[in-house]
């Protein structure tokens, strides 16, 4: 296996072990005649309380977010990928930090 091999294999894990395990805690609560989604668990995903993840106004920010971000992603696919991989992956290094910086700041 090469390193390529074992970076999807991890990711693989990462998107299938995680909701497994949130299925499984609500189970498990369900069973126990607990809450299976109380508000601490809203505020521990999504950081905002239920009224405002189903807000208009965010899903309109999260929507114009999406698209930019899928115009970035094209032009560095379209115009950054010609020139080797080297580039692509410090663009897409560059890019994935601005994302972390700028979005939670402008989803508020």
């Known amino acids: ?36 989604f109380t508000e601490r668990d809203w505020l521990f995903l999504f950081g905002h309380p239920r009224k405002e993840v189903f807000s208009l106004r965010l899903l309109v920010r999260f929507s114009a977010l999406l ?5 970035v992603g094209l032009g560095i696919c379209f115009f950054i990928l010609p020139y080797g991989l080297a580039w692509f992956a410090s663009a897409m290094l560059l ?4 994302i972390l910086l700028i979005v939670p700041k402008w989803l508020r």
């Open 67 to 71: 698209f930019v971000v899928m115009l």
């Open 1 to 36: 296996m090469n390193v390529g091999d074992y970076l999807i294999w991890e990711a693989t894990n990462g998107l299938l072990l995680i909701p497994t395990a949130i299925g499984f805690v609500m189970l498990m609560r369900w069973l126990r005649g607990q809450p299976v």
């Open 95 to 98: 890019t994935i930090a601005g």
